[in-house]
C-alpha cells in the first residue's frame, strides 16, 4: 500500500440516490467540458511554495492532514517546464512514480494521468517514468482514461502517444470534436496535445494544396466557440504557405489562405511577434507579397465605391502591372474616414474570418477630407498614390523624412508638404514619369 493510501478522506460517504442515466450523463458532459481537467492548475506565483510544502512532508514523512488536492496540485508544479528536471526533487518525482505503481486511489490515478498528458515530450525521462508507472496502474484506471486507452492504447507509449493521436485526427473532418469524443477533452491542451498537433501539421500538410485540406486543418485551428491555437502556430502558417514559393494558388484559394490566417492570427506587417514569429523568412516573403497584392486591390475597390472617377481602372491596370511583374515590394493603405467606413462595412457583410489592416488619412483641411492613400515600396524608393485629384509622390526612401509603411496614421497634407518630394498630376503619360522616377 503506498503511502497516499493512508490519506483521511475527511467525513463520511453517504451514497447519493441515482437520477435518470440521461440526466446523469448530461450533468457529467457539462461538467467535464467545464472542467475537462481533473488536477487543478495552480498559478505560476504559487508553484513554488506548492512544491516546497509537499516535498517538506515527503521528507519528514509526515502526511497529517494532508488533503489529496494538494498532493495533486503540486503534482502538476512538480512536472512543468521549470521543474520536472531538477536535481534537488529527483527523490519527490521518484515518489509519485512509485505512489502510481501501487496506489488504488481513482482520483490519485486520473490525476497523474493528467499531469502525464500536461507535461508530455516524447522521451523525455519524466515521461518515460511516468509512463511505465501508469502502466503497471492501467487496470486501477477511472473509466474515462479506460475509455481513452480503448481508443487509444498507445497513448501512455511516451515515444508515439503523439503520433498515434495525429494518426487518428488525420482521417477526421472536425477533429476538435473527433478528439473530445474519444476523451480527450482539451485537444488544445499543452504537453501531449502540443506534440500531437505538431504531427498532425506534418501529416497532414500534403493535404494543403486543397480547398478541402485548408478548411479541415482551419478547423482544428480555431473550433466554433474556441479561441485560436496559440502554440504550434508558426508551423502551421509553414505549412499553408509551403506550397507556394515556387508557384501561386488559385485566386479564390490565396483570399481565402490570407482571410483565415489573418483572421485568425492578425496581419503580420503590424501584429509583432505572436504567430508570426517563428515563420521562416522564406515563407513571410509569400504571404506579404500576397498581401501587397490585396492591399492595392482593396484600395482601389474601396476608392472606386466611394469617389465617382473614370481615372481608377487606369490606376488598377498600371499598379496591379507593376505587382505582377514583380516590381513592388510592399503596400499599405490609409483610408479617409467616409472610406473606412466603407471598408468595415464590406468586411461586416462578408463571411470572410480575416480584414486586411489598414491605416487612417487624417488631414481634414484643404479639401483633404475624403483623400485615401496608397503607399508603395518600389525598390529603394517610396511611392504614395492619392485619391481625389492627389499626385503620385515619389521619395528616395533613403530620406530620413521620406513616408514609411504600416503607419497608423498619415497626413496628406504633411506629405504633399515634404520638400524632398517628386510629385506628378495623373495627366498625360503619368505612368511614364512614374516609371522613370523609381
Same mark, same amino acid.
Given at each position: 500500500?503506498?503511502i497516499?493510501?493512508?490519506?483521511r478522506?475527511?467525513?463520511?460517504?453517504?451514497?447519493?440516490?441515482?437520477?435518470a442515466?440521461?440526466?446523469?450523463?448530461?450533468?457529467?458532459?457539462?461538467?467535464?467540458?467545464?472542467?475537462?481537467?481533473?488536477?487543478?492548475?495552480?498559478?505560476?506565483?504559487?508553484?513554488?511554495?506548492?512544491?516546497?510544502?509537499?516535498?517538506?512532508?515527503?521528507?519528514?514523512?509526515?502526511?497529517?492532514?494532508?488533503?489529496?488536492?494538494?498532493?495533486?496540485?503540486?503534482?502538476?508544479?512538480?512536472?512543468?517546464?521549470?521543474?520536472?528536471?531538477?536535481?534537488?526533487?529527483?527523490?519527490?518525482?521518484?515518489?509519485?512514480?512509485?505512489?502510481?505503481?501501487?496506489?488504488?486511489?481513482i482520483?490519485?490515478?486520473?490525476?497523474?494521468?493528467?499531469?502525464?498528458?500536461?507535461s508530455?515530450?516524447?522521451?523525455?525521462?519524466?515521461?518515460?517514468?511516468?509512463?511505465?508507472?501508469?502502466?503497471?496502474?492501467?487496470?486501477?484506471?477511472?473509466?474515462?482514461?479506460?475509455?481513452?486507452?480503448?481508443?487509444?492504447?498507445?497513448?501512455?507509449?511516451?515515444?508515439?502517444?503523439?503520433?498515434?493521436?495525429?494518426?487518428?485526427?488525420?482521417?477526421?473532418?472536425?477533429?476538435?470534436?473527433?478528439l473530445?469524443?474519444?476523451?480527450l477533452?482539451?485537444?488544445?491542451?499543452?504537453?501531449?496535445?502540443?506534440?500531437?498537433?505538431?504531427?498532425?501539421i506534418?501529416?497532414?500538410?500534403?493535404?494543403?494544396?486543397?480547398?478541402?485540406?485548408?478548411?479541415?486543418?482551419?478547423?482544428?485551428?480555431?473550433?466554433?466557440?474556441? *479561441? =485560436?491555437?496559440?502554440?504550434?502556430?508558426?508551423?502551421?502558417?509553414?505549412?499553408? +504557405? #509551403?506550397?507556394?514559393?515556387? %508557384? @501561386?494558388?488559385?485566386?479564390?484559394?490565396?483570399?481565402?489562405?490570407?482571410?483565415?490566417?489573418?483572421?485568425?492570427?492578425?496581419?503580420?506587417?503590424?501584429?509583432?511577434?505572436?504567430?508570426?514569429?517563428?515563420?521562416?523568412?522564406?515563407?513571410?516573403?509569400?504571404?506579404?507579397?500576397?498581401?501587397?497584392?490585396?492591399?492595392?486591390?482593396?484600395?482601389?475597390?474601396?476608392?472606386?465605391?466611394?469617389e465617382?472617377?473614370?481615372?481608377?481602372?487606369?490606376?488598377?491596370?498600371?499598379?496591379?502591372?507593376?505587382?505582377?511583374?514583380?516590381?513592388?515590394?510592399?503596400?499599405?493603405?490609409?483610408?479617409?474616414?467616409?472610406?473606412?467606413? *466603407? =471598408?468595415?462595412?464590406?468586411?461586416?457583410a462578408?463571411?470572410?474570418?480575416?480584414? +486586411? #489592416?489598414?491605416g487612417?488619412? %487624417? @488631414?481634414?483641411?484643404?479639401?483633404?477630407?475624403?483623400?485615401?492613400?496608397?503607399?508603395?515600396?518600389?525598390?529603394?524608393?517610396?511611392?504614395?498614390?492619392?485619391?481625389?485629384?492627389?499626385?503620385?509622390?515619389?521619395?528616395?526612401?533613403?530620406h530620413?523624412?521620406?513616408?514609411?509603411?504600416?503607419?497608423?496614421?498619415?497626413?496628406?497634407?504633411?506629405?504633399?508638404?515634404?520638400?524632398?518630394?517628386?510629385?506628378?498630376?495623373?495627366?498625360?503619360?503619368?505612368?511614364?514619369?512614374?516609371?522613370?522616377?523609381?
Amino acid at each position: 500500500m503506498g503511502i497516499l493510501e493512508k490519506l483521511r478522506t475527511r467525513g463520511r460517504f453517504e451514497a447519493p440516490a441515482l437520477p435518470a442515466l440521461n440526466r446523469l450523463w448530461s450533468a457529467t458532459e457539462r461538467i467535464l467540458s467545464r472542467w475537462p481537467d481533473v488536477v487543478a492548475n495552480p498559478p505560476e506565483r504559487d508553484r513554488e511554495k506548492l512544491v516546497a510544502e509537499i516535498n517538506r512532508r515527503f521528507q519528514s514523512n509526515d502526511w497529517t492532514d494532508t488533503p489529496m488536492s494538494l498532493v495533486t496540485s503540486a503534482a502538476r508544479a512538480l512536472f512543468d517546464a521549470e521543474r520536472r528536471e531538477r536535481p534537488d526533487l529527483v527523490d519527490l518525482r521518484s515518489f509519485y512514480y512509485d505512489e502510481c505503481r501501487v496506489s488504488t486511489r481513482i482520483g490519485f490515478l486520473g490525476a497523474m494521468t493528467s499531469v502525464y498528458i500536461g507535461s508530455y515530450v516524447p522521451a523525455a525521462r519524466h515521461t518515460l517514468e511516468l509512463s511505465e508507472a501508469l502502466r503497471e496502474a492501467r487496470g486501477r484506471l477511472g473509466g474515462r482514461w479506460k475509455t481513452l486507452l480503448g481508443h487509444i492504447p498507445e497513448a501512455l507509449d511516451p515515444s508515439v502517444a503523439h503520433e498515434a493521436i495525429a494518426q487518428k485526427m488525420l482521417p477526421m473532418d472536425d477533429p476538435w470534436s473527433g478528439l473530445k469524443a474519444l476523451g480527450l477533452r482539451s485537444p488544445h491542451a499543452n504537453g501531449l496535445m502540443d506534440h500531437a498537433h505538431l504531427a498532425y501539421i506534418r501529416s497532414i500538410a500534403p493535404e494543403l494544396k486543397s480547398r478541402e485540406g485548408m478548411a479541415k486543418l482551419f478547423g482544428w485551428l480555431k473550433p466554433d466557440n474556441q *479561441e =485560436a491555437k496559440l502554440t504550434g502556430s508558426a508551423d502551421a502558417i509553414s505549412a499553408c +504557405l #509551403g506550397h507556394w514559393t515556387k %508557384t @501561386a494558388p488559385s485566386e479564390d484559394d490565396q483570399r481565402y489562405l490570407l482571410e483565415n490566417l489573418i483572421g485568425l492570427y492578425g496581419d503580420p506587417r503590424v501584429q509583432r511577434g505572436g504567430a508570426w514569429t517563428g515563420v521562416p523568412e522564406e515563407l513571410m516573403s509569400v504571404i506579404l507579397r500576397w498581401l501587397t497584392r490585396e492591399n492595392i486591390r482593396f484600395f482601389l475597390d474601396i476608392v472606386s465605391a466611394v469617389e465617382e472617377s473614370h481615372m481608377w481602372e487606369p490606376r488598377r491596370k498600371f499598379w496591379l502591372g507593376l505587382h505582377q511583374q514583380g516590381r513592388i515590394d510592399a503596400a499599405w493603405v490609409a483610408f479617409s474616414d467616409r472610406a473606412r467606413l *466603407e =471598408a468595415f462595412r464590406r468586411s461586416k457583410a462578408s463571411s470572410n474570418r480575416g480584414t +486586411l #489592416g489598414f491605416g487612417r488619412q %487624417t @488631414a481634414s483641411g484643404s479639401g483633404r477630407a475624403n483623400t485615401s492613400l496608397l503607399v508603395l515600396k518600389i525598390g529603394r524608393k517610396i511611392v504614395v498614390e492619392g485619391s481625389h485629384n492627389y499626385k503620385v509622390h515619389v521619395f528616395d526612401i533613403s530620406h530620413p523624412r521620406s513616408p514609411t509603411l504600416y503607419n497608423a496614421e498619415y497626413d496628406c497634407e504633411q506629405i504633399r508638404l515634404l520638400p524632398h518630394a517628386k510629385a506628378q498630376v495623373h495627366h498625360n503619360r503619368w505612368e511614364g514619369w512614374v516609371l522613370e522616377n523609381i
